[in-house]
């Protein structure tokens, strides 16, 4: 199990000062020094117990035979040595900013340090902070790891200690926050109840904690498991590899991270084929791979959502194995299974996605089974109210082994049409505009095999759930018309859908601006996304090279105005375009039966740095490295600031200093600006973006611009007014007051 810390029940944070809310590391490791040179002791050794610790403790550890006396003195004259130095005393990074959204949060604080009150009194002082309670040394008889500080703080603020959260970057103040009861958060790199990287962390995430629910307007991540990072050097993803990179992850502002399937699976369909849903495949890492995983991502404030794939099993799950033996079985009626058509072929014309008929015939019951993906992939039932209570059961296990929700595969296609009547053909020479699928299944209206309307009641049954662990559900569904969409995510239905309009589309910049417009109108709950697994990528699609990338960004800056969730599909954050996989080197059950269609290009490892196996193995990976450029790489893009990295690192940074601005409406409106960009408007927000491939000169800016794609310059504190020219795909984030 992992505990996730409850950020929306803290109603105080109770912060040490020294190297927590002050930065004084310089001006504390003089003083020691010099003491220790006075005292004849070491310094190195004085360093190393002295942090968090008073220095009277510090002082007996160090000098045993000091009588009580001699401490006090010798305690005092590191304090006065203290005094006479607070040149390079300042706010640490990320104070002020907790302390503004503290104020606007109205969360009471309080500092509570192993300082004496006139060195804490000076050092605020020159640091510029003023806490409202400042409880030091001198208010306890005992200091750090002793709780009565953190136990006062609490009483002074008529705060229960369980409601504290305690701050600190050191064992002996995380020993007192504990002792007291109270969850902590713990500064480099130690390990709290939360483990932050900086005070602008736990702003973000105070910040985001009050935004109720969680998922709203959050930054999620896909990570399609098999291609993201290897640990073991066998070639294939794994979780350990997952947990490793969450580091990129947190910099990046990534939120809710979406894990592809990571059950046992004979990985025909590389995950989306299970064969055990209460098993985590070995070649991921197994179970406890994946409770690390969710213990460090917790610690870290992010969220983890599985992938619920309960429209079909694996044929080598038990329940179809002893279905498909015997028709008595009780396990028959969890697969769909039919007589032959009278001519002994296939009982009705419905084509899997992979290429042939979705039925299989099966000799040992002389009966066919459905399977809308590959023969190994049999379609469940989900007219039996038994497999119905089976995958509720299934849902509650992993929510309460600490997953925070699901994307739910393929949402839209668990029911069937009772009759299983045929579906009709396209009037000749029309095709689908779906991708995804072969040629066939595009010719034909999928009036009877997919998006019945039953599904919305299996949601709501899944809400319930959901809401019972504050999980979230977010739902694959291939309906590209927003306002059917809207109806997924109705009333007590899924909590979000993805729409893949953008997923879909090549490059037409009216298209894509009209495409937008209408989804904006159908529903605030809508998932934004430009990629996943089973498509192109958006760089390719939007035109490859520069402009695909410049495009694919101006949307990023649009959707990150947008209510509703905001994803990325690995490797989108640096810009990459399709892999590029030679024939007979795919892996794709799709790309055999339509080599044009092949999800390979999608799927090869992400690029971590230059060189054999990319970072993402030692060995050699199970689909080809995608013939990368060494620029294309996490590690080539890190320190250039104006690369895409970065750049997207910036819009969500940028995005994360407004969410309180985001979350106060979602009602966004298209807007017309002095020139044809275009532009919407949510509250004091503005996203403008230039998607047509001209400049535009002249703009007026409404509000001040806190972002700009081409001008990493351009930030909430120094923002730029008046007048711009946009250049082709150039975007910008507008805050007014
Ligand atoms: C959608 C998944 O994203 C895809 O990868 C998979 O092949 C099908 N569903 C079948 O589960």
């Known amino acids: 199990m992992t505990r996730r810390t409850d950020l929306a029940a803290i109603e105080a944070i109770l912060l040490d000062m020294d190297g927590t809310l002050v930065d004084s590391d ?24 002295a942090h968090g610790s008073p220095a009277a403790r510090t002082v007996r550890r160090l000098l045993p035979a000091l009588d009580d006396e001699a401490v006090m003195a ?40 192993s300082a004496d009150g006139r060195l804490a009194k000076a050092r605020l002082h020159a640091a510029g902070i003023d806490p409202p309670v400042l409880l030091t040394i001198d208010d306890v008889r005992a200091g750090k790891p002793d709780p009565e500080g953190y136990l006062e703080a609490a009483r002074r603020l008529r705060v229960a200690p369980s409601a504290c959260l305690v701050v600190e970057d050191s064992e002996p103040g995380l020993a007192a926050g504990r002792a007291a009861g109270m969850p902590t958060a713990a500064l480099r790199g130690l390990d709290g109840d939360l483990s932050l990287p900086g005070l602008g962390r736990l702003a973000h995430l105070l910040q985001r904690s009050r935004v109720r629910p969680w998922w709203r307007d959050a930054v999620g991540y896909q990570v399609y498991l098999p291609s993201f990072a290897d640990s073991t050097g066998d070639g294939w993803g794994d979780l350990t590899g997952v947990s490793a990179r969450l580091d990129h992850l947190e910099r990046l502002g990534v939120e809710v991270v979406w894990l592809t399937p990571f059950y046992r699976s004979p990985m025909r369909d590389h995950g989306y084929d299970i064969a055990d849903y209460r098993a985590v495949d070995p070649s991921f890492g197994g179970q ?85 993906f590959r023969p190994e992939q049999p379609d469940l039932n989900w007219r039996n109210p038994a497999l119905a209570a089976e995958i509720d059961a299934i849902a509650e296990y992993w929510l ?97 859908s993805f729409w893949f309009g953008l997923v879909e589309t090549d490059w037409d910049a009216d298209r894509i601006d009209t495409m937008i417009e209408s989804a904006v109108l ?10 996943n697994h ?8 939007f035109g490859g090279g520069l ?71 030692t060995g050699h990976p199970w689909l080809p490295d995608g013939a990368r450029g060494d620029g294309e790489t996490v590690a080539a893009q890190q320190d250039d600031p104006t690369s895409h990295l970065n750049t997207l690192g910036r819009l969500l940074a940028t995005r994360r200093r407004l969410t309180h601005v985001l979350a106060a409406t979602d009602d966004v409106r298209r807007v017309r600006l002095t020139a044809p960009v275009t532009a919407y408007r949510r509250g004091a927000l503005w996203a403008v973006a230039n998607l047509r491939d001209t400049p535009v000169a002249d703009l007026h800016l409404p509000a001040p611009a806190v972002f700009d794609t081409d001008d990493p310059g351009v930030t909430p ?21």
């Open 288 to 372: 406890a791979a994946l409770d690390g995983l969710l213990a460090q991502a917790h610690r870290r404030g992010m969220r983890v959502i599985g992938d619920l794939v309960v429209n079909h099993t694996s044929d080598a799950h038990p329940w179809f194995v002893a279905a498909s033996a015997c028709a008595a079985d009780p396990h028959r009626d969890y697969y769909i299974w039919r007589d032959p058509a009278p001519d002994g072929g296939p009982p009705n014309n419905w084509l899997s996605h992979f290429g042939g008929p979705a039925w299989t015939f099966s000799p040992a019951t002389g009966q066919y089974y459905l399977h809308l």
């Open 74 to 113: 010798a305690a005092q004259r590191q304090h006065a040595l203290q005094y006479e130095d607070l040149a390079d005393v300042t706010a640490a990074p990320g104070a002020r900013l907790l302390l503004a959204t503290l104020d606007r949060l109205q969360l009471p604080w309080a500092v509570v340090t």
């Open 547 to 617: 402009r695909g990338r410049r495009r694919s960004l101006a949307l990023h800056a649009l959707m990150a105005l947008l209510p509703g969730t905001f994803w990325l599909y690995q490797g989108e954050e640096l810009g990459l375009g399709d892999g590029r996989v030679s024939p007979g080197h795919g892996a794709d059950p799709l790309g055999a039966a339509q080599p044009e269609e092949s999800r390979d290009v999608a799927r090869t490892p992400m690029p971590w740095r230059p060189g054999p196996g990319l970072g993402f193995t």
């Open 534 to 541: 089973d498509r192109s990528r958006a760089v390719t699609r």
């Open 26 to 49: 310089a001006s504390v490791e003089r003083a020691w020094s010099i003491w220790a040179k006075e005292y004849g002791v070491d310094p190195g050794a004085v360093l190393d117990i």
């Open 522 to 531: 159908a529903s605030p709950r809508l998932s934004w996304v430009q990629g």
């Open 717 to 737: 504190d120094r923002p730029r007014t008046g007048y711009a020219r946009l250049a082709p795909q150039q975007a910008l984030l507008l805050a007014g007051e």
């Open 400 to 496: 309460s082994r600490g997953l925070d929700g699901f994307r739910i595969d393929t949402a839209g296609y668990l029911v069937k049409d009772a009759g299983l009547r045929d579906n009709p053909p396209l009037p000749a020479g029309r095709i689908l505009p779906a991708r995804g699928v072969t040629m066939d299944w595009r010719r034909q209206e999928h009036r009877h095999d997919i998006h019945q309307p039953g599904v919305h009641a299996i949601h709501e049954r899944w809400r319930r759930i959901a809401d019972r662990h504050d999980a979230f559900l977010v739902g694959e569904v291939y309906e590209l018309d927003p306002r059917a969409l809207a109806r997924f995510v109705e009333g007590e239905r899924l909590h979000s």
